[in-house]
């Protein structure tokens, strides 16, 4: 015998077939209703301390930030955030969750009034992506625990509704997309071609770069262009200025000794 649970979309049944060779019966269970409020989080809330899971997270995340800010892609109310606290009031009870990266595009309030932590609808948009990148833990990046507090994935999934998924293995190169349905569950989207993803409220592709920074030789998340140009790093825009200089200088130089060769000496 096989029991199936699909919890449905507005969290306040389950419907549960029960399929044997004979016969198929389905059933309706009442489960309890989610109430989502958006409150901004008291002064005295006791935020999460603990430390980053992996040494690499910092490093990751602000690569990804430094390149679209580079790029003219980081508007001034536009938020990219790190380990941050992003809020929300499930049954009445205060949710914060804080990913290794996410991008709201818009926040309505004065950046001094989101110094500790984020609640969307009341201060602004929902982020448009949200990442983990995964370590050595216990795999809560897949957690659709619904009981308090609630696990990643069904807060991003079921209570934010972002509509990016990104989850990222550094060691390996793994990155898995998922897409918010209109069914409302997140769905694994396929690469391009390529081997990147576009985010459409982004409008820009993301995928996995291999090669060095800070240091650290191995897996990054980069983004590029509609037309798939790379959006650069600091020290690869100074290193991109001075191989456009030499190239500038040389052709001066081979132009000045053509003129020479042709008699013409100013």
């Not at 958006?38 to 603990?50: A, K, V, Y």
């Not at 050595?136 to 209570?159: A, H």
């Not at 798939?228 to 020290?235: A, D, H, K, P």
Request: glycine share 4%.
């Amino acid at each position: 015998m096989l029991i199936e649970v699909k919890p449905s979309y507005q969290l306040t049944n389950y419907i549960i077939l029960i399929i044997n060779p004979s016969f198929v019966v389905a059933m309706i269970v009442t489960a309890s209703t989610h109430k989502i409020t958006w409150e901004i989080l008291p002064e005295d809330f006791i935020l999460d301390d603990e430390p980053v899971d992996n040494v690499n997270q910092p490093s990751l995340a602000a690569a990804l930030t430094e390149s679209l800010q580079l790029a003219g892609k980081l508007p001034e109310n536009a938020l990219a955030t790190t380990n941050y606290g992003i809020c929300a009031t499930v049954n009445d009870k205060i949710v914060v969750k804080a990913p290794d990266w996410a991008y709201v595009p818009k926040i309505t309030v004065p950046r001094e009034q989101i110094k500790r932590s984020y609640t969307p609808h009341k201060q602004g948009e929902i982020p448009s992506v949200v990442m983990e990148f995964l370590s050595d833990t216990d795999g809560s990046e897949y957690s659709n625990k619904l009981t308090y507090p609630p696990g990643k994935w069904f807060f991003y999934e079921q209570v934010l509704q972002v509509p990016n998924y990104l989850i990222f293995e550094p060691d390996n190169g793994v990155l898995e997309v998922h897409r918010l349905h209109e069914s409302g569950k997140y769905q694994l989207r396929s690469s391009d071609e390529n081997n990147r993803y576009w985010l459409e409220e982004m409008e820009l592709f993301i995928g996995v770069w291999s090669g060095k920074r800070e240091n650290r030789q191995g897996y990054w998340l980069r983004w590029w262009d509609k037309e798939g140009n790379l959006l650069l790093w600091g020290f690869e825009l100074v290193e991109q200025e001075r191989r456009e200089k030499e190239a500038a200088l040389q052709r001066l130089q081979e132009l000045e000794k053509r003129l020479r060769d042709a008699g013409i000496e100013d």
